[in-house]
């Protein structure tokens, strides 16, 4: 565990968007200051990648993976930011070890990477961007991960968005 | 082209249950006997799978790319069947090649496979039992690839289900 995030958590805020339409399966995350350590290492992530999008895989704590999207450099359209960030998880890692992992993206997964997150069984989820925010930038599949989540009777994933959004947000401007 | 499968081309059958619900940016796309001998090859990958899901992707009427699932041999929870090959395709060709390839699934793609088909511009997709017919027997994201597609601005995709779909069913007999 990171000593100083460790020593700046404490409750944030309830992403109050998220709870207004809570359902069944997925949940509204509380924050904290450590997620937003975090959510910045995604965001900067996110400025060295190919499309502005980077992700972070914490556990116990202490970062375990990072992504950056490399879709272009790569020559692999499914190189997204947290489909990167689970293969340099998987390189290391048991699947196991996802069930008490969060992911955190800056950008809210897509279907593609939603499912991923599901199927490896990672059970909290921290986005910055939404698809809905997205979309005036860059093509998005209309379905949200809390779509997702709710869709999926197996699931039980905790999900909060908005954490940090404007500076997602901001990198599309340069 | 495979000669065989061109002397026995020709319409099949257009899946009728498709066409019902047709949308704007799904297609439902018509089968031939080329169609069946390729769904046989994904079925023959599922039976070799971890788990029975088999994939092909065809172009040029080639098989350019296998895949089975190997989510246990390989400890990585995303190894679809449809991953797989799409992953074994991006290794030996140009993402551009996808535009005027066939993937054929013995299952319906889920989310996170349908994804990645989106994002890497495959335009025509079969596939053999459907995500519903699929959750009798093992859990499932319950959002179908039509869904998928139609939730995709950019996305023009042929979809067709249900070709050999008992054969495929009867894998998780096994």
Redesign the interface.
Known sequence: MDRRTLLTGGTLLVAAALSRDAHARSKAAVLTHEDSHFMQIAIDQAKKADYPFGAVIVRDGQVKALGQNS?KRN????A?AE?VA??AF?SGH??DE?KTATLYASGEP???????I????IRRVVYAASIAELAKKI?????TCR??AD?????DIDIAGGLLSANAMQLFDK
């Open positions: 879709s020559a692999d359209p499914t997204h489909m689970i293969r998987l048991e699947p996802f897509c279907p593609m990477c939603m499912g991923a599901i199927w490896c069984g093509g998005q599949i209309d379905i779509q997702m869709a999926t009777p197996f699931a």
